[in-house]
């Protein structure tokens, strides 16, 4: 009856397994985070060309407002410093980011090196069956060899 295969770092093989899917799960939240500042960015910027056009639109006007005129100038100017604020935290989370790429590669790599050992084991477990096989097929070949040899001395007294 062959042996079961047991591998004895399996709890281990899980351990690195949820390492990194938590690391997998961080770097897909930044990447996000990431995304959602872009967005940002962009409706930002669509609605600063719209203000500008309206401002352009105003200032060739024969009515001038310049109370409005200034709300929009100065919206525009609120507008572009939350920008650059966002880009002060879009270069931090790259920065978090590359770590975080860092620290996935780091779990693969772990991970992976206990699935290689696993395979190997895994290997040498269906290696010694197999020379077990063979050791219990040659002995029944040795047996039946004898038993033969004995039954035809037998025959010939």
Same mark, same amino acid.
């Given at each position: 009856?062959?042996? =079961?295969?047991?591998?004895?770092?399996? #709890?281990?093989?899980?351990?690195?397994?949820?390492?990194?899917?938590?690391? &997998? =799960? &961080?770097? /897909?939240? &930044?990447?996000?985070?990431? +995304?959602?500042?872009? +967005?940002?960015?962009?409706?930002?910027? !669509?609605?600063?060309?719209? !203000?500008?056009?309206?401002?352009? #639109?105003?200032?060739?006007?024969?009515?001038?407002?310049?109370?409005?005129?200034?709300?929009?100038?100065?919206?525009?100017? +609120?507008?572009?410093?939350?920008? +650059?604020?966002?880009?002060?935290?879009?270069?931090?989370?790259? /920065?978090?980011?590359?770590?975080?790429?860092?620290?996935?590669?780091?779990? =693969?790599?772990?991970?992976?090196?206990?699935? &290689?050992?696993?395979?190997?084991?895994?290997?040498?477990?269906?290696?010694?069956?197999? =020379?077990?096989?063979?050791?219990?097929?040659?002995?029944?070949?040795?047996?039946?060899? $004898?038993?033969?040899?004995?039954?035809? $001395?037998?025959?010939?007294?």
């Amino acid at each position: 009856m062959p042996r =079961r295969f047991e591998f004895r770092l399996q #709890t281990l093989l899980r351990v690195r397994e949820l390492r990194e899917r938590e690391a &997998k =799960r &961080k770097l /897909g939240a &930044k990447l996000a985070q990431l +995304a959602q500042l872009d +967005a940002l960015d962009r409706q930002a910027g !669509q609605e600063i060309a719209r !203000q500008h056009e309206r401002l352009r #639109t105003e200032q060739a006007s024969a009515y001038l407002d310049a109370a409005a005129i200034a709300r929009r100038r100065s919206w525009i100017a +609120a507008v572009r410093r939350a920008m +650059a604020e966002r880009e002060r935290l879009r270069a931090a989370y790259r /920065g978090e980011l590359h770590v975080l790429q860092d620290e996935l590669r780091a779990a =693969r790599m772990q991970r992976r090196i206990i699935e &290689k050992l696993r395979e190997r084991r895994w290997n040498e477990h269906i290696q010694a069956e197999a =020379r077990g096989e063979q050791a219990a097929a040659d002995e029944l070949a040795q047996q039946l060899h $004898v038993f033969r040899g004995s039954a035809r $001395v037998g025959e010939s007294a």
